[in-house]
């Protein structure tokens, strides 16, 4: 058969998420859309700035279509790259040249042509944090390397450096670092990020060899309480900052983000040439030109994160309230609780019977909890309590 096996694999493979929501529709024809709680995906329900779209219709209707809708440069618009260079330099005092700026379709393309650039042959291994966002594997090895996962300190689900120490050795290239994380909404402290940094530099010295930091950062902006998420450039020189609007700006659709270099990296001119060559063998080059043009005249513009803040509230004090164990999130939109049987299957399959849906996480690293994206109307979350109430006193018996 002249089909390539592996990605078969991967396009035949069910997909928990998917299939969850899937059910939902069904299952809203069935009882009342209004009556099935579907926390399953993680598409931001804030909507993006009014600012923004009044720029897309200034851009559409003040600007040549040829040039809004022609080619840029493959690694994205020089003005564009300039502006987010300048942003990133006013925001974290980075001194950040625009040509270590490479736009991208999102976070997604942002980390698989990362990888692509650092990856160099079917030894290499790229360290992630559990819990970590599924599609991470299907990144990984689909530039050659094989996925390490490092498990999180009980309880806080903060890295754990000890077992990193144990998981880093002389074939791993790079670790991915997602803070606010997928599945958790666990922004990782100060303290933690500089052991770990300063575990790399050891490391690194050890083998000879940067091993590069990928921060994957769809979710900077979505903190609460003030919660500070350090720009990892600033702690660590061998850094790749994977950025997207998806989630900052509830633009998930228009598939645009970009990679940003450090200029104290080693290398920094030549892993920025090895992005352009990956960028171009997996055909991610000119991410999309409108909205290339729309994000630089919107830096500085976020969504309103008080929308998730409430939602977060009201579904963690009520839930640790009906006696689940949660990890309270700091960020993303996304609460982790613990399954109280230990088993996270157990726990979908019986909220589903309250019309729950919520995604069991064995796949994100760590077992036994299921994860509860609370990217919806407030209205869902409020009159999902009696069903998840009943829930908590199923197992409290
Ligand atoms: N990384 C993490 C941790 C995510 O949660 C997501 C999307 O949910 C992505 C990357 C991909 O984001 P994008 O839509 O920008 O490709």
Redesign the pocket.
């Known amino acids: 058969m002249g089909i390539n096996k592996r990605m078969l694999g991967l396009g035949s493979k069910r997909s928990i998420i998917r299939e969850i929501f899937e059910y939902s529709k069904v299952r809203g024809a069935e009882i009342g859309p209004e009556r099935v709680f579907d926390f399953s995906l ?1 598409n931001p329900s804030v909507p993006a700035p009014a600012e923004l779209n009044a720029t897309v219709r200034e851009l559409l209707d003040s600007e040549s279509s040829v040039a809004l809708h022609g080619y840029t440069s493959a690694q994205g618009d020089a003005g564009v790259r300039g502006v987010i260079a300048e942003s990133i330099k006013a925001r974290f005092g980075v001194d950040m040249p625009r040509d270590l700026i490479y736009m ?8 698989s042509i990362s990888l692509s650039a650092i990856v160099e042959d079917g030894s290499d291994e790229v360290v992630v944090l559990a819990p ?2 599924t ?2 594997r299907v990144f990984v090895e689909n530039a050659g390397a094989k996925l390490v996962i490092s498990t999180p300190c009980e309880g806080t689900l903060q890295p754990d450096i000890a077992d990193l120490e144990a998981k880093i050795g002389k074939n791993t290239v790079a670790i991915i670092v ?1 803070s606010p ?3 958790s909404g666990v922004v990782y402290t100060r303290e933690k990020l500089d052991a770990l940094c300063e575990l790399l530099r050891k490391k690194s010295k050890e083998y000879g060899r940067a091993i590069y930091l990928i921060a ?4 900077r902006e979505l903190v609460y309480s003030g919660v500070e998420v350090p720009y990892l450039m600033n702690l660590y020189d061998d850094t790749v900052v ?1 950025y ?4 900052s700006l509830s633009l ?1 659709g228009e ?3 970009y990679i940003a270099v450090c200029p104290r990296a080693s290398d920094a001119s030549e892993l920025y040439l090895a992005i352009c060559g990956a960028g171009r063998s997996l055909g991610y080059v000119c991410a999309p030109s409108l909205f290339q043009r729309v994000i630089a005249k919107c830096q500085g513009l976020s969504v309103d994160v008080n929308v998730y803040r409430e939602n977060r509230d009201i579904l963690y004090n009520a839930l640790t309230e009906y006696g689940f164990e949660c990890v309270k999130p700091d960020g ?1 939109f996304y609460l982790f609780v613990k399954s109280p049987s230990g088993d996270a299957y157990e726990l979908y399959e019986r909220a589903k019977r309250h019309e729950l849906l919520i995604v069991p996480c064995d796949d994100f690293g760590v077992t036994g909890y299921v994860r509860i994206a609370y990217c919806v109307d407030k209205e869902r979350v409020v009159n999902s309590l009696p069903a998840f109430k009943a829930l908590g006193e199923e197992y409290r018996g």
Do not use: H, Q
């Not at 997207?244 to 989630?247: D, P, R």
């Open positions: 993680g991208t379709c999102g976070a997604a393309a942002s980390l970590f966002f599609e991470y997602n994380n997928n599945p994957d950062e769809p979710y994977c997207s609007y998806s989630k998930p598939r645009i983000g993303a």
